[in-house]
């Protein structure tokens, strides 16, 4: 339910995950609905066996597809800031470990997607 309640809040507040995707990326209101969208299907998707395997890999593939976006929000001390009423992307203003913090937290979560991805049956038939 992590990956859907993350999914979903990709739509309820899209100003937020714009204000995070990296600026090098052309179009961040097509990145949050694209990421948004695979984590909702991708979450929903964990919920039943016949496709958990899949999901899972998908899972997987995504959190390795937004490592680097992780990464430049530590680097470059991105911080989402409220700007009359919406969040807005300021770089170098982040304080504190936060951002770094989450670079070693993708680890467990990887594993434990891959677990679930080796774990899970292929459908037949």
């Known amino acids: 339910m992590l990956f859907t309640g993350a999914g979903i809040a990709h739509f309820a507040k899209p100003d937020f995950f ?3 995707v990296p600026d090098w990326i052309p179009n ?3 990145a949050n609905r694209l990421s948004g969208a695979a984590e909702l299907a991708f979450g929903l ?3 039943h066996p016949r496709t958990r395997k899949l999901s899972a ?3 997987f593939a995504l959190t390795i597809a937004v490592f680097p976006a992780n990464i430049d929000m530590a680097v ?3 911080e ?3 700007v009359e009423g919406q969040f807005s992307r300021r770089v170098g203003t982040a304080t504190g470990p936060l951002n770094w913090v989450r670079l070693p937290l993708q680890l467990p979560l990887l ?3 891959w677990k679930e991805y080796r774990a899970a049956s292929v459908p037949t038939g």
């Open 45 to 47: 998707a964990m919920l």
């Open 111 to 113: 594993w434990w997607l």
């Open 76 to 78: 470059n001390r991105v």
């Open 18 to 20: 714009e204000a995070i």
């Open 57 to 59: 890999l998908g899972l």
């Open 28 to 30: 961040a209101a097509l």
């Open 80 to 82: 989402p800031q409220v």
